[in-house]
């Protein structure tokens, strides 16, 4: 059956052209890599991280890239009321919202065992009720321009790895919300998707405490751990962001899509 005129499309490619992307946790990582990318694709960006000299590197590269200046909102996202400044100013200075990327995260490491109350809320405070305060706010306008949510969660929210307690469970949360408000939200035709990576080289373990010989030690493991022997890299998932965020996947919603070398589809034995 032919499709309707109104959905008929035709060929996309991968571009964010004139759209209004508001990316967390874009002073470091995946973050700083997705506005990178974004800005080549020619969106407007609004971009939120903690730290605020990295934040600004990012926004110097993104401007390189792109005809467009940045709207910088630096802050911890634990903090309500700079949740909903990050809202208002990105709709006050641009006008609307397009895109949602939640990135901003953090990794604690620890066990049922040693994990404290402290770092258990921390971990959860950040990783899931930031990311669902955020995207409360931001959603009425997204609804206006019908545009879409992109979270960054991780494998170890579909598959249980030990001594990451917080973290697993906190991107099960990430990964159950993405789907719950894709089904909320598709009557109007708000789009929300996830990307769940694997080992990506950037920071998140060292600041999660792993010294350097740990850190390669612990990226030498992917070699057995990732189908593909390897870590992937930030551009590898900033790309398949960019891509759920576009109208070239204008027909995918409720996804939460490994990025991971194959790590998902792994057992041992």
């Given at each position: 059956?032919?499709?309707?005129?109104?959905?008929?499309?035709?060929?996309?490619?991968?571009?964010?052209?004139?759209?209004?992307?508001?990316?967390?946790?874009?002073?470091?990582?995946?973050?700083?890599?997705?506005?990178?990318?974004?800005?080549?694709?020619?969106?407007?960006?609004?971009?939120?991280?903690?730290?605020?000299?990295?934040?600004?590197?990012?926004?110097?590269?993104?401007?390189?890239?792109?005809?467009?200046?940045?709207?910088?909102?630096?802050?911890?996202?634990?903090?309500?009321?700079?949740?909903?400044?990050?809202?208002?100013?990105?709709?006050?200075?641009?006008?609307?919202?397009?895109?949602?990327?939640?990135?901003?995260?953090?990794?604690?490491?620890?066990?049922?065992?040693?994990?404290?109350?402290?770092?258990?809320?921390?971990?959860?405070?950040?990783?899931?009720?930031?990311?669902?305060?955020?995207?409360?706010?931001?959603?009425?306008?997204?609804?206006?321009?019908?545009?879409?949510?992109?979270?960054?969660?991780?494998?170890?929210?579909?598959?249980?790895?030990?001594?990451?307690?917080?973290?697993?469970?906190?991107?099960?949360?990430?990964?159950?919300?993405?789907?719950?408000?894709?089904?909320?939200?598709?009557?109007?035709?708000?789009?929300?998707?996830?990307?769940?990576?694997?080992?990506?080289?950037?920071?998140?373990?060292?600041?999660?405490?792993?010294?350097?010989?740990?850190?390669?030690?612990?990226?030498?493991?992917?070699?057995?751990?990732?189908?593909?022997?390897?870590?992937?890299?930030?551009?590898?998932?900033?790309?398949?962001?960019?891509?759920?965020?576009?109208?070239?996947?204008?027909?995918?919603?409720g996804v939460t899509i490994p990025v991971d070398g194959g790590r998902h589809a792994m057992c041992?034995?």
């Amino acid at each position: 059956m032919a499709a309707s005129a109104e959905h008929e499309r035709g060929d996309q490619v991968v571009s964010l052209w004139g759209k209004v992307c508001l990316v967390t946790g874009a002073s470091s990582g995946i973050g700083a890599g997705t506005a990178l990318l974004f800005a080549r694709l020619g969106a407007q960006l609004a971009l939120n991280g903690r730290n605020e000299e990295n934040l600004q590197e990012t926004a110097r590269g993104c401007e390189e890239l792109s005809d467009h200046k940045v709207l910088l909102v630096p802050g911890d996202l634990t903090d309500e009321s700079l949740v909903q400044q990050l809202v208002e100013q990105t709709v006050s200075h641009f006008g609307k919202l397009d895109v949602l990327v939640n990135s901003g995260g953090i990794l604690s490491n620890g066990s049922v065992e040693t994990t404290t109350l402290q770092d258990f809320d921390k971990v959860m405070n950040v990783n899931v009720r930031a990311m669902f305060y955020l995207t409360h706010l931001a959603v009425p306008h997204l609804i206006k321009t019908k545009g879409n949510i992109v979270n960054v969660s991780s494998i170890n929210g579909q598959r249980s790895f030990p001594g990451v307690l917080a973290y697993c469970m906190s991107k099960s949360a990430v990964d159950q919300m993405t789907r719950c408000a894709a089904l909320e939200l598709a009557p109007k035709q708000v789009r929300v998707n996830a990307v769940c990576p694997g080992v990506i080289i950037t920071d998140i373990h060292r600041r999660a405490g792993l010294n350097e010989e740990q850190y390669a030690q612990f990226l030498q493991r992917t070699q057995q751990t990732h189908a593909l022997g390897r870590p992937g890299t930030v551009n590898e998932v900033a790309q398949m962001i960019a891509f759920l965020a576009s109208d070239a996947a204008s027909f995918i919603t409720g996804v939460t899509i490994p990025v991971d070398g194959g790590r998902h589809a792994m057992c041992p034995r």
